[in-house]
């Protein structure tokens, strides 16, 4: 098991990273509350790992802190649950968010989560409220994104629209999330995390 990766990130754009270890190219996929945490390209990063092994691929998944990775474990257990529909569950509300839902059965905010109906909102608080019950909540984990002054705005939409889609929403829904964007944002990240702080 790959529990740990500490190395130069190379290629970064949502979900996916490549992240170089001693020459050694290693993909990893990561929820945006983790992917907005970490550094440039060129940076040296660390990031806590889980790994899938499946008999048609072996996927590497990252965290930021180990609150996060936690939460995806505990999320993967859960029947109907896979580490896709987790990724973008704590892609569009962070974990300490998303244990205060569960431990309020909040059945309305979890079904605006992408991939998540109603049966599945009831499963996730059914299956995960015991687990969960000792959760102590901490700080959000939705950071300040560090701002670009020279991006380009239609270059910025573009990689936002890109990001939502990978997280299942479909094309005309990321457009719409990102239609009334206000022009002052300059990076990426920040949209795509105001767009999904919109449909919470």
């Known amino acids: 098991m ?13 979900p996916d990273l490549l992240i170089d270890v001693n020459g050694v190219g290693y993909e990893v996929q990561a929820p945006l ?23 048609d691929a072996q996927l590497l998944y990252g965290f930021s802190d180990k609150m996060q990775r936690t939460m995806f474990r505990t999320l993967i257990k859960v029947s109907g649950v896979g580490p896709k529909l987790a990724l973008g ?9 998303f244990a205060r839902c569960i431990q309020n059965h909040e059945v309305a905010a979890l079904t605006k989560l992408p991939g998540v109906g109603k049966k599945t ?16 909540t901490q700080a959000p984990l939705w950071a300040a994104v560090e701002q670009s002054d020279t991006a380009n705005r239609n270059h910025l939409l573009s ?13 005309q829904e990321a457009t719409k999330m990102l239609s009334k964007m ?19």
């Open 2 to 14: 790959i529990g740990r990766l500490s190395g130069v990130l190379i290629e970064k754009q949502a």
């Open 159 to 171: 990689e936002a629209e890109a990001a939502l889609i990978s997280l299942g929403y479909k094309p």
């Open 182 to 200: 206000p022009t002052d944002i300059d990076s990426s990240e920040d949209m795509i995390r105001r767009a999904l702080k919109g449909m919470m």
């Open 33 to 55: 509350s983790s992917f907005l945490d970490i550094g440039a390209l060129g940076s040296k990063i660390t990031l806590l790992t889980h790994l899938v092994v499946r008999e």
């Open 121 to 136: 909102a009831e499963r996730l608080i059914v299956e995960m409220q015991d687990r969960l019950k000792e959760w102590q």
């Open 89 to 97: 569950i704590l892609s569009s509300m962070d974990a300490d968010t």
